[in-house]
């Protein structure tokens, strides 16, 4: 498969605001080439759980019905919470500030879930992204990528809102 022009990566708002925040700008991002594709592709296999558009409208879906229960908002706080911790280690953030983020993850409502969309040229990130091992993948043939830090210079962001 030829290089992609863009990546696309499903994030929520609530990411957003506590890597702009506390992580200098800079970004955990879970990428593919493609923002949707068909579910009969035989060429392409992306499962909705690896296919941005799929991951976005789950969010909308979830924050519509108001679900306290949502896998995918159970899944991002554990995610936030995870990469808090790696942050903590790293001495990106201080105690301190990993006490107020793990208050902020914890008491944030469904809706500061929104998704977000990210759009990055493939070209700005070469540099910084890595493969995604098969095992790790939502299908072992799924196109997948990952950036572990994505500078907020090197993409654009779309938000969906659900009106």
Request: with cysteine; proline share 10%; net charge negative.
């Amino acid at each position: 498969m030829p290089d992609p022009l863009v990546l696309y990566s499903a994030n929520t708002l609530l990411a957003y605001r506590i890597n702009e925040r506390y992580y200098h700008q800079n970004h955990f991002a879970w990428c593919a080439p493609f923002f949707s594709v068909s579910g009969d592709s035989i060429d392409i296999p992306m499962p909705p759980s690896s296919t941005p558009c799929d991951i976005c409208r789950k969010y909308l879906d979830d924050i519509q019905r108001q679900d306290r229960h949502s896998s995918s908002i159970h899944n991002n706080r554990e995610g936030l919470r995870s990469g808090m911790a790696a942050k903590r280690e790293a001495g990106v953030i201080t105690p301190e500030q990993h006490q107020e983020i793990e208050r902020i993850v914890s008491e944030a409502s469904v809706g500061d879930f929104r998704p977000l969309l990210y759009i990055i040229p493939f070209n700005s990130v070469r540099d910084l992204i890595q493969p995604v091992p098969p095992h790790q993948k939502a299908h072992p043939f799924s196109p997948e990528y990952k950036i572990e830090d994505l500078p907020r210079s090197r993409f654009d962001v779309l938000d969906w809102q659900w009106r």
